[in-house]
T-cell receptor, first 109, second 117 residues
């Protein structure tokens, strides 16, 4: 079983809507989480990181973290067509990154 | 900004042939990584390195070798390529460090699309 699980596998959101993506780890050694975004045909780039319980906001993007349940979520408000991409969650465990399979987000104009 | 380059960008190989994928980074990061990504899926770690001269096995090392001759360069070698190794390969550099969380981000190259016929 994958140590970092993301849901949903794919998500269609209308332009201007809210997209919510989830990531959970079953590895109790995980201490930090990152979200990466990968546009089609491109390489992954870090979008946001979160290391403490609570919430972090950067523009239209908000990340939540619950360290007790090892769950993080990414929320994108006022979604734009340019937000269409594969969103990858990465977690640090024993100083190595482990990756989820990603959520494919499609923003419909 | 951090820079990771890969060559070649596209490669067609024959079954049983030898393939070498090259990666160069100018970030002065200690750690380098090779991943493969299959259509619509996440990243799977093949090999990684903590510095010049070191290589470590990742989650799916079978059929692959790695070489880290210098801080800047990290190669992935397929001695006997098979069609199942058709994929997109990404190299990354970064320091998921033992200390502060700043050593966290991995910087990726543009990828190499490998097709084994």
């Amino acid at each position: 079983q994958q140590k970092v699980q993301q849901s949903p596998e794919s998500l269609i959101v209308p332009e201007g809507g809210m997209a919510s993506l989830n990531c959970t780890s079953s590895d109790r050694n995980v201490d930090y989480f990152w979200w990466y975004r990968q546009h089609s045909g491109k390489s992954p780039k870090m979008l946001m990181s979160i290391f403490s319980n609570g919430e972090k906001e950067e523009g239209r993007f908000t990340v939540h973290l619950n360290k007790a349940s090892l769950h993080t979520s990414l929320h994108i408000r006022d979604s734009q067509p340019s937000d269409s991409a594969l969103y990858l969650c990465a977690a640090r465990s024993n100083y190595q990154l482990i990756w989820g399979s990603g959520t494919k987000l499609i923003i419909k104009p | 900004e951090a820079a990771v380059t890969q060559s070649p960008r596209n490669k067609v190989a024959v079954t049983g042939g030898k393939v070498t994928l090259s990666c160069n980074q100018t970030n002065n990061h200690n750690n380098m990584y090779w991943y493969r990504q299959d259509t619509g899926h996440g990243l799977r770690l093949i090999h990684y390195s903590y510095g010049a001269g070191s290589t470590e096995k990742g989650d799916i090392p079978d059929g692959y070798k790695a070489s880290r001759p210098s801080q800047e360069n990290f190669s992935l070698i397929l001695e006997l390529a098979t069609p199942s190794q058709t994929s997109v390969y990404f190299c990354a550099s970064g320091d998921v460090g033992t200390g502060g969380v700043n050593y966290a981000e991995q910087f990726f190259g543009p990828g190499t699309r490998l097709t084994v016929l």
